[in-house]
């Protein structure tokens, strides 16, 4: 088997998905065909004998889409992003033209109604033809900038795929249709039809679902932006050493086997070994970790991590698609990628709904037409009744106004929801995953005790510690000193420094000798430890770290250092769980630092020394285990795992790359809006509900009447009039009802 990917373009709603993932499934030899609507990408797996590449872009555009296939990731991110902006703009026009030309052909309708004065010229009792033709000029800026909600829409109606886009074209070309008839039987001198006119109700129609697809195509994650944000993060060229000369080469040209020469400051181009040399590494990039490790010879580095101190050579044992980067953005793009799209539920209805309007429109022309005896003036009127009362505006509003309603609160709140998808799976989360680093806690070491022996006082302690570590690039050490400046603290002279790898440093402070480190350095020195052990014990049984602080022989200080929790994070788990949810920890720490956390704030589950593709693994497990799953984090190495989970949610002090490929990000590095998002999805979803039975109960009612169910009893004929009125009607009721969850939200704050 084989599997290739491949860009999609003209993909509109979750029907067009299902129909090319259809049309290329029954294709001979294909196993599987995945659609992402979000990356507009198609992952198919296929035997090479029975189906090729050709066969399926073709079977593709058959369906009336095209399929590109992707042999160059970085140029198909680029013309991706370019098109998103493109298309952004182009619906920002879109949605001005329509909104603006849609009230003043309100205010021209409904403008006498209501008592707003109207030009002399533009009466409709005075000036039938006038008023109609003025409304028709006026509704064609927006059906010329709507044009392609017809031709997706009609093209859709064709090949048997009704979807959104086809509702919206079906409605409004009804409106518009019997607005035209309308016209022209005023022409005729009927000027009694100048009632019979609904151009407005198609403009606001078509301005209120551009100005929604706005706003979804605003929010909406933008895959090709986190894939670019990783890509980025890899050096372009790496300092080989060839013939005994350090010579700068692209690091695609680098060979598994080459020696690698990486200076203080540089990221490392790639997976290897160290050879020669030891530095701090900072992987926080990879693991998670806040505090760079320590890497001499023999250790292993990774590709994209930062080199911070010292200098050294690296073997190459890994290049091109198979370093640790280029795994993990491949796990972000399937993870992406194996994503069922959630189908709007407009959409999921369209199918069913769309067809029958039509069947029914159809049946009550030909029942009064050639049973019924009528006229072919009544019989157009009871087809074009039935089609007009099911105008999609309720249905097309429902969601979108809810929608908006929900992301403005949550926005205003920190809560940048990018998707309705992702806002209606959020309310059926079970678990919540979160990040340890970053997440939890804050991500950056702080000096939270200091501990002082033999007469020694924790301000001399310090001052000491501080004036030597200004000599030193570890991140323990600037802790110290970032501690030391809140107090003002006064530099002493220094002499001999001298930093002892992988131990701690020592020196001669204001005539004093000195050493600062852990408790190995200060046995080599010769001096003991011993009776110190149950602290050290307690220090790391709360995941922190000891730093010994000697003075002339003698132990001065226990200076301890830690990545710190947020103050809100704890109130945050305990919400969560009153809301009935799982909260487990995941991270790449060591089992002990990672359970002294998780006590600490209330956390029973935990999964530790996690790399980054085991916790997208993590997910998936929970996945399977029929759980639905949040998961939380900050890092790139919780991309995958973001973009694998139910949603993703990243907290908004973290990298560009979680932001870019998670489904929510919380502006504030506050814990406790997780809970509070999940409580703003059920409300929306809910509020969604109600507004689609609004949506569909006008019809269910009016539909039959406009058949003409009344009229065979003897009953009145439901007009095209009436019949607008109650798609007006249907649709005021969804909007009050969507300014109504606000209040909800509110009083709910509360």
């Not at 403008?111 to 109207?118: C, D, K, V």
């Not at 020469?261 to 992987?283: A, C, L, M, Q, T």
Request: proline share 3%; with cysteine; hydrophobic share 45%.
């Amino acid at each position: 088997m084989k599997k290739e990917e491949f860009a999609l373009e003209g993909l509109q709603c979750a029907g067009c998905v299902s129909t090319v993932e259809k049309v290329v499934r029954d294709l001979p030899g294909v196993k599987e065909a995945n659609v992402n609507l979000a990356t507009e990408k198609m992952m198919v797996q296929f035997n090479p004998k029975e189906a090729d590449v050709q066969k399926i872009m073709e079977t593709v555009s058959l369906a009336g889409y095209q399929a590109i296939l992707i042999n160059d990731e970085e140029d198909v991110l680029e013309k991706t992003a370019m098109k998103k902006e493109k298309q952004l703009q182009s619906l920002k026009v879109r949605a001005w033209v329509s909104g603006v030309f849609a009230i003043v052909l309100l205010y021209i309708a409904m403008g006498e109604m209501i008592g707003l004065p109207l030009p002399q010229i533009l009466q409709p009792m005075e000036h039938p033809i006038v008023f109609s033709v003025t409304q028709l000029i006026l509704v064609t800026p927006v059906l010329w900038v709507s044009r392609s909600y017809f031709v997706n829409g009609f093209k859709a109606l064709i090949r048997k795929h009704p979807n959104m886009d086809s509702l919206v074209a079906l409605g409004t070309s009804a409106a518009i249709l019997y607005s035209v008839w309308s016209t022209i039987r005023i022409f005729a001198g009927e000027y009694h039809y100048v009632m019979h006119l609904y151009v407005e109700s198609a403009a606001v129609i078509l301005a209120f679902i551009t100005l929604g697809k706005y706003f979804e195509t605003l929010t909406k994650g933008r895959t090709s932006q986190a894939i670019q944000s990783l890509v980025a993060l890899s050096p372009k060229v790496a300092t080989v050493i060839r013939n005994g000369k350090e010579v700068e080469v692209p690091v695609e040209e680098l060979q598994i086997g080459e020696v690698v020469f990486v200076r203080p400051g540089e990221k490392i181009p790639v997976d290897g070994v160290i050879i020669s040399g030891e530095s701090f590494v900072d992987e926080s990039m990879i693991t998670g970790e806040s505090v760079p490790v320590f890497k001499k010879e023999g250790s292993k580095v990774v590709g994209a991590t930062l080199n911070t101190t010292g200098s050294f050579q690296v073997e190459v044992s890994q290049v091109g698609k198979d370093t640790t980067l280029s795994q993990i953005i491949r796990l972000v793009e399937e993870a992406q990628g194996s994503k069922a799209p959630i189908a709007a539920i407009a959409d999921r209805v369209a199918g069913i709904f769309v067809p029958i309007v039509m069947g029914l429109s159809l049946l009550a022309g030909l029942y009064w037409g050639l049973i019924g005896g009528e006229s072919f003036e009544f019989v157009v009127t009871v087809m074009i009744s039935v089609l007009v009362i099911a105008c999609p505006c309720a249905l097309g509003l429902a969601t979108p106004t809810a929608i908006m309603v929900g992301t403005g609160f949550g926005a205003k709140r920190g809560i940048l929801i990018k998707s309705s998808a992702a806002l209606e799976e959020a309310g059926h989360v079970g678990v919540v995953l979160l990040d340890k680093t970053g997440t939890i806690t804050n991500g950056k070491p702080k000096v939270v005790d200091i501990q002082v022996f033999n007469d020694y006082s924790k301000e001399e302690v310090l001052n000491i510690a501080a004036s030597i570590e200004k000599h030193s690039e570890h991140p323990l050490g600037k802790a110290i000193v970032e501690e030391a400046e809140k107090q003002e603290f006064d530099v002493l002279p220094i002499e001999q420094f001298q930093s002892i790898s992988g131990m701690g440093i020592q020196g001669i402070v204001d005539g004093k000798e000195v050493l600062l480190g852990n408790h190995l350095l200060l046995q080599n020195q010769g001096i003991a430890v011993d009776e110190f052990n149950a602290v050290i014990d307690g220090v790391a049984s709360k995941g922190q770290t000891a730093m010994f602080v000697a003075i002339q022989k003698q132990v001065a200080g226990i200076i301890v250092v830690a990545d710190t929790i947020k103050a809100t994070s704890k109130e945050a788990i305990q919400q969560m769980k009153a809301l009935g949810l799982q909260v487990r920890m995941v991270t790449g720490d060591h089992e002990k630092t990672a359970k002294a956390i998780a006590n600490e704030v209330g956390i029973e589950t935990v999964y530790s020394q996690v790399l980054p593709n085991e916790k997208a693994s993590v997910v998936e497990q929970l996945l399977e285990e029929g759980y639905q799953v949040a998961m939380v984090g900050d890092g790139i190495n919780d991309a995958p795992a973001l973009a694998k989970a139910t949603v993703g949610i990243a907290i908004g002090s973290g990298v560009d790359v979680a932001i870019e490929t998670a489904d929510m990000v919380m502006m504030q590095d506050d814990l406790r809006l997780v809970a509070k998002t999940i409580q703003l999805s059920k409300m929306t979803m809910m509020t969604i509900k109600e507004n689609l039975f609004w949506a569909f109960i006008y019809n269910v009612i009016g539909i039959p009447v406009a058949m003409g169910v009344l009229h065979f009893f003897g009953g009145p004929l439901l007009s095209p009039m009436i019949a607008g009125a109650a798609m007006s009607f249907s649709s005021v009721s969804v909007v009050l009802n969507a300014l109504r969850l606000n209040h909800k939200l509110s009083k709910l704050e509360k």
